[in-house]
């Protein structure tokens, strides 16, 4: 039995070698954007990712034209279909003519560091979804919002402190939820 296996290995090795299967370890199939996109703030990743999920409609974790389409459509910036091909050229690293997430950030990363001309479609995803809306969150959420932002920049050390205020806010959570119980309980009580 161990001999199977090891003979299997050995057969694979042998076919990788030779060019006749592809030699793709499951660990390069590991990708962590935290890692790659380190100027990006874990909350900013996480909100980039519920975007990427909302037009992402097929689930199928790529956003196709169609549905580049209706993201262009719906942030007020409708392209036509060669605008399209284009904006999906311009970052498809792996000419799968489809955007990935980590194609996604790309484009997030690309537009902060100048490389798109105003006017174009990945500039406009860029402007419309890194600005904020101050009719729908209120001059204070914007404030928030632009000091936090501010804020985040300045720390040499973000990702630790990030986590560190999610596992606060976590806490902050479980303790009212234990107060909410025991209110309960003892109204509760009251009835029984």
Do not use: C
């Amino acid at each position: 039995m161990a001999t199977d296996e090891l003979s299997k290995k050995l057969e694979r090795r042998v076919n990788i070698n030779e060019g006749e299967e592809n030699g793709v370890s499951p660990s390069t199939l590991v990708w962590n954007p935290y890692t790659e996109f380190k100027e990006f703030s874990r909350k900013e990743i996480k909100g980039y990712e519920k975007m990427f999920n909302t037009y992402d409609v097929g689930g199928d974790k790529y956003i196709d034209l169609l549905e580049l389409k209706h993201m262009m459509e719906k942030l007020g910036a409708p392209q036509t279909h060669l605008a399209l091909k284009n904006m999906i050229k311009e970052v498809d690293e792996d000419h799968d003519s489809k955007i990935s997430f980590r194609e996604f950030l790309l484009i997030f990363r690309k537009a902060a560091a100048g490389e798109f001309a105003e006017g174009t479609g990945l500039f406009e995803i860029y402007s419309q979804l890194s600005e904020v809306d101050v009719d729908k969150e209120g001059v204070k959420g914007a404030k928030n919002f632009f000091e936090a932002k501010i804020d985040t920049q300045s720390r040499s050390n973000k990702f630790e402190e990030e986590i560190k205020q999610e596992q606060e806010e976590k806490r902050k959570e479980l303790e009212e939820k234990k107060i909410r119980q025991a209110a309960f309980k003892e109204k509760a009580n009251l009835f029984a």
